[in-house]
């Protein structure tokens, strides 16, 4: 190790000597070559081998003032997005993500910064280097006509215009195609929503509605998401919809927006969200956010809902297993959200088994029924191309075998442990992480603390063997 300390120390020096860099300080033989300019530099990415750009280090964002103009006849959108953020190391310089758009004024703490576009990476240089620990405040000014991303597997996410306004759905990746983000899971933080549109349409995003306000022909949509959220469960969803509002007896805020051409189709369905998220409480543990909802949108052509927080996004009037499959998200995804995206199954798999719970528990197929239909898949169906605990790549996230197969991998735990042990470890699941993230570890971990049990087979061949496992 010793021969690397000349090359960090010409680099150090190169980067404006120790006071600059700060790694002087660091241990002898830590430092490896190239490093000394790391240090003072957040990364591009999270690190999430999926998707290497999503996210930043260097810095944890604790709270996304958003606020917002759409004009949905021209498809422009304005922005001034406030940040305050915590530096967890020196910073120099840091990336945000930001897709397409034209940034026309960014601060660091009230001072011009410099920043350039690389990609999706905004690259900020504040006029001085940030301390580690520093709270600091990054206004972002923005305009322009945001476009969806298409991911690996084809499918929008991000801003998608509608014929009435926008559908705002960012998962994996599309919160930043509407505003600049640490856009990955492991960065919650709690955000205010401040949207303006035409009179007659309604802006609609996460968590307690603070009011509106309507003047000169437009008017404005006040939001606050008060709980952690990341950024791909954001939205401002625009249409001209029908609002209800309610409160339930537990105390939630429901607000429900339905576009009319969606309305006699999604009403009875709706009916029952109250009595479904009771119904997962009593399952899951306490509802995990303090508002509650729906936005049911009439655009077919997105082709799926997404667990928005605390008011899932349907891009048409949802089936009651939709609404089941979405509310269960609010634990499994929202509330405990993945680390890595690799780790996808504990979202769907979890919210497809409440499916399956559901059903069973209303008169209705057995989970055991449903788990024998799937396995008698043949060996060269979809199913079975990968495991779920190791989709491959951030194209296979969606498919089959994370939703089908995952929701299979907890039943056999749930025949392995019995009920009550299968229980207790949902519900110990989305308390110990709650408001949080999880691995497959960590869950695999608990259910075999919770149960006593040794697992380790079981979970080897349901997550992660590929193919068609010899005996159910
Ligand atoms: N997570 C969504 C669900 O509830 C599905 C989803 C979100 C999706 N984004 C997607 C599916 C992109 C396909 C493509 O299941
Ligand atoms: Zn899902």
Not at 208 to 218: E, H, I, K, N, V
Not at 235 to 244: I, K, L, P, R, S
Not at 314 to 326: I, K, M, N, R, W
Not at 368 to 381: I, T, V
Request: a negative charge; glycine letters at 10%; aromatic letters at 10%.
């Amino acid at each position: 190790m010793a021969a690397t300390v000349p090359v960090a120390l010409a680099a150090l020096l190169a980067a404006g000597g120790p006071a600059a860099a700060g790694p002087a300080h660091a241990p002898a033989g830590h430092t490896a070559p190239g490093h000394a300019a790391a240090r003072t530099t957040g990364s591009v990415g999270a690190g999430d081998p999926y998707f290497p750009l999503a996210g930043n280090g260097g810095y944890h964002v604790e709270h996304y003032d958003l606020t917002l103009g759409y004009d949905p006849d021209s498809g422009h959108l304005d922005g001034t997005a406030v940040l305050t953020a915590r530096a967890t190391q020196r910073l120099a310089r840091f990336d945000l993500d930001l897709k397409g758009l034209d940034v026309t004024r960014l601060t660091v703490d009230g001072a011009p910064a410099v920043f350039r576009r690389d990609g999706q990476e905004l690259v900020v240089t504040p006029r001085t280097t940030l301390p580690k620990g520093h709270r600091f405040r990054v206004t972002v000014a923005y305009d322009g006509t945001p476009e969806a991303v298409t991911d690996p597997d084809g499918s929008d996410d991000g801003w998608i215009p509608t014929d009435d306004g926008a559908f705002v759905a960012g998962e994996p990746q599309g919160a930043m195609t509407w505003f600049p983000a640490n856009n990955h899971p492991t960065d919650k933080s709690s955000y205010d929503f401040t949207i303006t549109v035409p009179q007659g349409h309604t802006a609609v995003a996460n968590g307690l509605y603070l009011g509106s306000r309507t003047a000169a022909g437009r008017t404005t949509f006040r939001w606050r998401q008060p709980e952690p959220m990341a950024a791909y469960l954001a939205t401002a969803t625009v249409g001209e919809f029908q609002v209800e509002r309610y409160t339930t007896r537990d105390g939630l805020e429901v607000y429900n927006a339905v576009d009319p051409r969606e309305a006699a189709d999604a009403a009875s369905v709706l009916k029952k969200l109250p009595s479904v998220l009771e119904w997962e409480s009593k399952l899951f543990g306490p509802y995990p956010f303090r508002a509650a909802g729906a936005v049911v949108d009439h655009a077919r052509s997105v082709g799926y809902a997404l667990e928005t927080q605390g008011r899932p996004l349907y891009d048409s009037a949802p089936s009651l297993s939709t609404l089941v499959h979405e509310s269960a998200h609010q634990w499994f995804g929202d509330s405990v959200s993945v680390t890595r995206w690799k780790d996808i199954w504990l979202n769907e798999g979890f919210a497809t088994y409440a499916e399956w719970l559901y059903t069973e528990q209303h008169g209705g197929r057995s989970a055991q029924d449903r788990f024998d239909a799937l396995y008698e898949s043949p060996a060269g169906d979809e199913l079975w191309e990968f495991p779920p605990g190791d989709p491959g790549s951030g194209g296979n996230i969606f498919a089959s075998p994370v939703y089908n197969r995952g929701a299979m991998a907890l039943h056999e735990l749930r025949r392995a442990v019995g009920d009550p042990a299968f229980f207790r470890i949902l519900r110990d699941w989305a308390a110990g992480h709650r408001h949080g993230n999880g691995t497959t570890a960590q869950f695999t971990a608990l259910a075999e603390k919770v149960s006593g049990k040794d697992l380790d087979r079981l979970f080897h061949t349901w997550l992660f063997t590929k193919g068609r496992p010899d005996t159910p």
